[in-house]
């Protein structure tokens, strides 16, 4: 088969675009809101998620004619589980500032509904090479909704940039003193929960209306 | 206004269908209505002949809140002058108000057109009037000195999020004044979480609100003592009626609240259901409070390590301070988003009222509650109302089975 025809094309940029598993499906919220709050978490946990949606996603693709049906769920999940037991201990080892920051978020990427919905509605389905590109395109689509949501919720809810770096993330750029000195002030309520729901609301609204979506009333 | 009227027929050629300038009817259309009556004729049944049309209804609030912004003008440049210790006398006082209140009227103006008119021509509705009660309301509920760029973002935020994703006036779930009210008290907590004093002054000029002073006490004791013992501002019972304390815009003076209600009772726009009950529902959660604040002593229901002073204020006491009345009268009312039904319209108020004291007294961080109640019953009026149809329904099942 190969690699970049238009169907494979299709099959990457689909959960990007039309198929968002954030904004069309409304898959994988809880983490949308929890490691959103700034811009370097987001990044990484998308880097997390790529990884361990594609990794699990060729692994269970490829031993998917062994697997009983009664016991696939088990076996998904112990994919899942050991692969994002590895990027824990890889975040410790390499990015531990960053890893203390995600605290528990990692561990729960397990419990992402993104990472078994693929693997059940696609990988056990389809070969490796098209489960590969499946689950790349659905984890860059979770990873660009949050990027965007973090990058709201930073700048205008603390008031920052900040990119992953080896420790505490470095900060590219934050609002100028003088701004505030001048009655700027940063909007409190983005750095809670309710602001990530309300930021997500309007991504997918606005994501909904480029992709021309339309819910059945 | 033969003259008007030729102006507004040569443009309303221009904005026709097909026409380049088409988008623009919304616009169009919006200034037709303010001078004169529409030409419109419903088509298809039912119809309902009345002169009370969505505008006229509206207007009547309008009307009913000019007092409150007038004596809101007043107030500042009277906390102004009491801070300043100078004489301005009644005109100034209120010339001096208005001074800030017309920023914070514009900016709430300009903010809620600009959504309006976008989405009216977006969505190709007209544009409608539900949008002036709201920006009216909006500036009552703000401190004095609130900065207009956040006034501008947190009407935006009412006026989009608060009514206009759910389909524009008629079918949204929450009153957008108090949407953006909420909005701007959690978004910008430092000027207006309702515990700083919401007075003009001058720099470094602080003390608390009658909400405050029992909510962070020094040192316990009940909330009347707590009240005389303050000496910045007269925190009195007849004083806090007559509205010379700090406090939003409109929210002071009981007496006008009181008026505008029988004013909009009168003409039929406003439940006298919502405002009697949720009175009563606050007066019951309040006696109830005052009667569990004698368990408090031995160290349950205590708050920072001493009894909750909360609990002691009177009923009284919590109808006059804070911005309850307001809120009851105008914003509770609202026909779209309370109960429609009479009996969810009982059980509805006496919530908001429950809610109000419960916020208020039990959580020090929010000392300030009825907002958050009103939304919040906003919220539950569909179900409210759904559980009282049904169980008409039953009950008329059971009388004719």
């Known amino acids: 088969m190969e690699l970049f025809n238009s169907e494979s094309k299709k099959i990457v940029s689909d959960p990007i675009n039309v198929n968002n598993p954030i904004s069309l499906q409304v898959l994988g919220i ?76 990692v561990g729960l990427i ?62 590219l750029w934050s609002i100028p003193e003088s701004w505030y000195a001048a009655g700027y002030e940063n ?28 819910e059945d009333a | 206004m033969n003259f008007l009227r030729k102006i507004f027929e040569e443009t309303g050629k221009l904005v026709e269908k097909g026409k380049p300038l088409s988008w623009a009817y919304p616009v169009w259309e919006a200034a037709d209505t303010i001078f004169f009556s529409t030409n419109k004729q419903t088509s298809k049944g039912p119809h309902i002949r009345d002169n009370m049309d969505i505008k006229r209804t509206m207007f009547f609030v309008v009307i009913a809140l000019i007092p409150c912004y007038i004596f809101g003008a007043y107030n500042i440049g009277y906390l102004n002058a009491l801070a300043m210790e100078i004489e301005r006398g009644i005109v100034g006082n209120t010339i001096f108000g208005f001074t800030y209140v017309i920023p914070i009227l514009i900016a709430t103006f300009v903010a809620g057109a600009i959504c309006e008119l976008t989405f009216a021509i977006i969505r190709k509705h007209e544009v409608n009037e539900g949008f002036l009660v709201s920006c009216a309301l909006i500036p009552l509920t703000m401190p004095p000195d609130v900065p207009l760029w956040q006034v501008f973002i947190g009407t935006s935020f009412g006026i989009i999020i608060g009514k206009e994703i759910f389909g524009g006036v008629g079918t949204n779930i929450f009153n957008p004044a108090l949407t953006s009210r909420a909005f701007m008290y959690f978004a910008f907590p430092t000027k207006i979480s309702g515990d700083k004093v919401w007075a003009v002054g001058p720099d470094g000029y602080s003390g608390a609100t009658a909400l405050a002073i029992p909510a962070n006490p020094v040192e316990y004791d009940t909330a009347s003592n707590l ?16 509205g010379l304390i700090p406090g939003s815009i409109g929210e002071t003076n009981k007496l006008l609240i009181l008026f505008g209600a029988f004013f909009l009772i009168y003409c039929g726009i406003a439940s006298w259901r919502i405002m009697v009950s949720s009175v009563l529902g606050l007066v019951f959660t309040a006696l109830l409070f005052n009667l569990l604040n004698y368990f408090t002593v031995d160290g349950i229901l205590q708050s920072g390590g001493f009894p909750n002073a909360m609990l002691t204020i009177t009923p009284l006491q919590h109808i006059l301070i804070g911005s309850f009345l307001f809120g009851t009268v105008f914003m509770a009312t609202e026909p779209v988003t309370s109960s429609h039904t009479n009996t969810g319209r009982w059980i509805y108020g006496f919530l908001i009222g429950v809610l109000t004291v419960i916020i208020r007294s039990i959580n020090p961080a929010y000392p300030e509650g009825v907002f958050l109640a009103i939304l919040i019953m906003n919220m539950f009026a569909p179900l409210i109302d759904y559980y009282v149809v049904q169980a008409n329904i039953k009950m008329r099942l059971a009388r004719n089975a």
């Open chain 1, 110 to 171: 397990i419990t992402n509904c993104i990472i078994m919905g693929r693997a059940e509605a696609f990988a056990l389905k389809h070969g490796p090479s098209k489960a590969f590109l499946d689950g790349l395109g659905n984890s860059m689509g979770y990873g660009l909704i949050i990027i965007v949501v973090s990058f709201f919720r930073e700048l205008f809810g603390a008031g920052t940039i900040t990119l992953p770096d080896g420790g505490a993330g470095y900060v």
């Open chain 1, 187 to 214: 909007i409190g309520l983005l750095v809670l929960s309710p602001g990530a729901f309300i930021i997500l609301g309007l991504v997918i609204w606005i994501q909904r209306e480029f992709a021309g979506v339309e």
């Open chain 1, 30 to 105: 809880c983490s949308a809101l929890a490691v959103t709050i700034r811009l370097d978490q987001a990044i990484i946990m998308t880097l997390a998620v790529v990884f361990v949606l594609c990794s699990s996603n060729v692994i269970l693709s490829l031993i998917r004619n062994y697997i009983p049906a009664r016991v696939r769920i088990v076996i998904m999940l112990s994919v899942i589980a050991s692969l994002v037991s590895v990027v824990d201990e890889l975040l410790k080892a390499y990015l531990y500032d960053m890893s203390k920051q995600l605290s528990v978020f």
């Open chain 2, 227 to 242: 009240f005389a013992a303050n000496t910045q501002f007269d925190y009195s019972t007849v004083n806090m009626f007559w």
